[in-house]
């Protein structure tokens, strides 16, 4: 295939976040959109893709904010409780928690 035969709507990064790996430019080539990144990884917060990504305008979901939403969904289907109000508040202590624990300093 050649790059202007290449259409990526979503690409979906499952790698460790210390596999320095990086995509293809041609993955960004779409005409009229650029793909949607999911990068799985948490550890480091900013992965070559999700770096990558960005960059070149993309959507970028990132593996801490999925594994917020797997956690509240799942706190939901156990207790029977959704409140948006809780989510919120532990999605923020949960990013709060991950800032202060990935920073150059972090002392936890």
Not at 52 to 69: N, P
Not at 74 to 100: K, L, M, P
């Amino acid at each position: 295939l050649t790059s202007s035969q290449v259409n990526v709507d979503v690409i979906i990064n499952t790698l460790p976040g210390a596999s320095n790996y990086s995509l293809p430019s041609e993955c960004f080539n779409n005409k009229n959109s650029k793909p949607v990144v999911f990068d799985v990884a948490y550890m480091p917060p900013e992965t070559n893709i999700t770096k990558q990504a960005s960059q070149q305008g993309c959507i970028v979901l990132r593996g801490i904010d999925m594994l917020i939403a797997q956690g509240l969904h799942q706190f939901s289907i156990w207790t029977g409780r959704d409140n948006e109000q809780c989510n919120e508040q532990i999605a923020n202590a949960v990013h709060s928690f991950y800032r202060r624990s990935t920073s150059p300093n972090a002392k936890l």
